[in-house]
């Protein structure tokens, strides 16, 4: 096995190819996950897979990121591999927090982009399979076609930034929608309180972009089609990341998530391409 940065690589045979983990870089170590019982027949049933542990600072990461990028997405729904690099690194945070209930799930919006293109990547991060690719409102005073001003603030009627952990299916006033947990104190931790959920929406739609110009808003939620969200649902629902990026300089500079040096876990074939 190949030594990766003299201390970072390390391959284990008791892993199974389902099996992601992720620790932080703060403590520079290494952590052996498999000490349950469930753990230990995991193992046990797939002895003949390895893992692999390799910091998102090291050209390993790299590499892995150019493949699953490669891998998900085509020139016809491709995001700003940035965004997708930052989206995997709150991701890997989350995950070593012991936070997701569906550990193979990502979902990320770049708030950056039009409201009239689509910018809500959905990505099954074991089969490297693109689920979906959506339109997605942002609030009526983060601005018009393009959100420009976030907020925390009750009332505000803005997007939050930053990660997410989704919550559970509701039927509310807008019908099926689902929670979301803030996990950012300063950006987004109001979520519940706000009532920021993902819902579907008559405003979300080709045809209201054609009338009006761009995508209708929302209250600071981040509102989907109608046509979408059942099953948009049944994906993200119970226990997913979500990322809300834009390039906002306070929250560029401030979030532990996306400044975190995380250490990703991964079966070779789990990795596209891979040459380990």
Known sequence: MSRINTSISI?????????FRFIESDNQKLILDGQNTESE????NCS????????????????????AYSKLFTSHNRPQKQVFNLALKGYAKLLEQGQLGKKNILA?????????????????????KLLHHELVAHGRNSGNEFAKQFSNKVNSFQTSLGFF??????????????????????????????????????????????QN???GRSLGCPAVSEKVIAALSKTISNGVCLFAYYPNKIYM???????????????????????F
């Not at 391959?11 to 099996?19: T, Y």
């Not at 027949?41 to 046990?44: S, T, V, Y």
């Not at 910091?55 to 892995?64: A, G, I, V």
């Not at 990320?108 to 490297?128: C, E, G, P, Q, T």
Request: proline share 1%.
């Open 108 to 128: 990320f919006i770049d708030y950056s982009l039009s409201a009239n293109v689509k910018r809500f990547w959905v990505v099954d991060l074991k089969a490297m």
């Open 48 to 67: 003949d897979e390895t893992a692999l542990y390799f910091y998102t600072s090291s050209e390993t990461y790299s590499n892995f990121l150019d493949s």
């Open 213 to 215: 110009q761009r995508l």
């Open 11 to 19: 391959v284990f045979s008791i892993f199974c190819v389902l099996s």
């Open 41 to 44: 027949l995991d193992a046990k």
């Open 165 to 210: 952990v989704t919550g559970d299916i509701y039927q509310g006033k807008h019908d099926l929608s689902i929670r979301m947990h803030g996990v950012e104190k300063a950006f987004n931790s109001n979520a519940l309180d706000r009532g920021i959920v993902i819902h579907g929406a008559d405003y979300v739609d080709e045809s209201f972009i054609r």
């Open 253 to 275: 500079k401030a979030s532990k998530f996306v400044n975190s040096d995380a250490v990703l876990v991964a079966s070779n074939n789990t990795v596209p391409n891979s040459k």
